[in-house]
């Protein structure tokens, strides 16, 4: 059954044409790119300049859509999840995102009785793909805030199982008031109550009603770095290539395209065209590492970014020590318990609850994380050598794990070959 079919599909949220901006470097056409390069004494100050005008505009959007997600009669997500979309562009970010949710995701799990005893055939019927994508979208409210999960149909050939996991549109869910909005720009009266039924029978709602998620925090940081990288590509175009200079004292029209045709055939550097007799200065700054305006903003980014989501910054950059490696270590472990303690309080407290109400037989059944140690390839094979040194092992134990059939003990060359006994000559 599917609720959600005459939903209309999620209208991407326009904040405008930033190529249109009056502010934004375009392709120019030759006089203007003549004019350019007379007044390159000045770039870096214009890019700076320029970096700092579209970075506080995206912020000023970022914090406008903060406030209209916060409003009490009539909250909206629809701008800031639109930013979150973008900041997710991000490589750092992104891999950041995927690093902590992995954590968890790669962790093996079972189902106990009350008695804390695992049941095999109940841990069986949920390791599937639906139960991978029902975790994975309950992580990421971690990141953008309360997530609305519908259940698909249910399946029971060849197994028991959910057809697909689906995520409503965050656009057409107000948490605040609990309600699924058939256009995104409704009033939450509108709306359709999702703790309620048959809503409440197929949806899951994971996370705080109010929770914006940890990308509201790292947005600011996603918006900077985009422009930093964007007019560090400037600055290399400006001062990484060279500039070709062509002059002519002929007023010719036909010779100055003939010239200019040539000009611009002979690669993709800038190219200008200028009457005899005028002089062109090119200024650099006196600096030798301006690039590091632009890198040391990139790292800086990363690096914030890094903290929010991680708690640290070396599980994706290098560090100075061994002692602080352990320490990030350390705090990243805690994060990750928390996300799985999460995890399995949604399972438990919402999962299973519905599982039962459709049917699948986990009354007195719980989820839990399967702590058991997993030994390292070397640690086994120690291990092993010192079993066999000291106990009798059951060949089939080889056998089961590596596939091996052992027909028997291998006889040493002393028991081969019997001692020479002198008193047996005769």
């Known amino acids: 059954m599917r609720f959600f079919d005459k939903f209309k599909p999620v209208q991407k949220n326009n904040f405008g044409d930033l190529s249109k901006h009056p502010n934004v470097v375009n392709d120019r056409d030759r006089m203007q790119l003549a004019k350019d390069i007379m007044s390159k004494s000045k770039v870096l100050i214009e890019l700076s300049e320029l970096s700092q005008q579209l970075t506080q505009q995206e912020i000023a959007n ?14 909206k997500r629809i701008n800031l999840l639109q930013i979150y979309y973008d900041a997710m562009l991000d490589d750092h970010l992104l891999g950041a995102v995927r690093n902590r949710k992995l954590k968890v995701l790669r962790t093996s799990y079972k189902v106990i009785d009350q008695a804390g005893t695992e049941n095999p ?5 949920i390791q599937g793909r639906w139960m991978k994508k029902f975790m994975s979208l309950a992580l990421d409210s971690i990141f953008y ?3 609305l999960i519908q259940m698909g149909d249910i399946m029971r050939e060849p197994r028991l199982k959910f057809a697909d996991i689906e995520l409503l549109p965050r656009q057409h869910v107000c948490p605040e008031f609990h309600v699924i909005l058939k256009d995104m720009m409704d009033d939450p009266k509108q709306g359709y109550d999702y ?28 918006i900077s770095k985009k422009y930093a990288l964007q007019f560090w590509d400037q600055f290399a175009e400006l001062f990484g290539m060279p500039i070709r200079v062509g002059k002519s004292s002929s007023r010719t029209k036909g010779d100055l395209d003939k010239i200019e045709s040539m000009l611009e055939s002979m690669g993709s550097a800038a190219w200008a065209l200028f009457p005899e007799g005028t002089e062109i200065e090119i200024k650099e700054t006196s600096r030798g590492d301006a690039f590091n305006v632009y890198d040391k903003r990139i790292d800086r980014a990363n690096s914030e970014m890094s903290k929010a989501i991680l708690g640290q910054t070396m599980t994706m950059d290098n560090g100075s020590s061994q002692s602080q490696a352990n320490v990030h270590a350390e ?3 805690f994060i990750s318990n928390a996300d799985a303690d999460f995890l399995k309080d949604v399972i438990n407290d919402d999962l299973f609850p519905m599982l039962v109400k459709h049917g ?11 702590e058991t ?8 094979k120690e291990i092993e050598a010192m079993l066999l040194t000291h106990y009798e092992i059951d060949p089939k134990y080889f056998t089961e794990k590596y596939g091996i059939t ?4 291998k006889q040493t060359n002393t028991q081969q070959n019997e001692p020479f006994d002198s008193k047996k000559k005769s």
Not at 360 to 370: G, M
Not at 406 to 409: D, E, L, Q
Request: hydrophobic share 40%.
């Open 195 to 222: 703790l309620k039924p048959p809503f409440s029978d197929w949806c899951i709602a994971v996370g705080e009603p109010k929770d914006l998620g940890l990308l509201l925090a790292v947005s600011k940081d996603a």
């Open 373 to 380: 140690y997993e030994y390292t390839p070397t640690e086994m």
């Open 62 to 75: 970022w914090r406008t859509a903060n406030q209209y997600a916060l409003d009490i009669i009539n909250p």
């Open 121 to 125: 055939e109940m841990t069986k019927l």
């Open 360 to 370: 699948w037989p986990f009354q007195n059944f719980t989820f839990d994380w399967d």
């Open 406 to 409: 052992i027909i028997g003990s």
């Open 145 to 147: 805030g309360h997530s």
């Open 331 to 333: 705090v990243a472990e």
